[in-house]
């Protein structure tokens, strides 16, 4: 049996379909922000790490090389 007082019988206000339209754009472009968030946080993250294992291994060459007495 269908309950008749929960179905509505009169139209949306603009207000509310205006408001509903808006939440749906910003949900698309949150979405979007938070992609190109994720890119750029990886990115940083491997030329943070390039440059870590770049200056490790240039002082480890440095270090081999003095002991061999360069």
Known sequence: M???TTIQTYP???KVS????TNSQLTVEN???KR???ISGV???GI???????RNYEYKSREKNQI???
């Open 12 to 14: 949306v206000p603009p």
């Open 48 to 54: 943070i790490t390039y440059f870590i294992i770049k």
């Open 2 to 4: 269908i309950d008749i």
């Open 36 to 38: 190109t968030l994720m």
């Open 18 to 21: 205006v408001l509903t339209e």
């Open 68 to 70: 061999k007495g360069y």
């Open 31 to 33: 979405s979007r922000l």
């Open 43 to 45: 990115v940083a993250i």
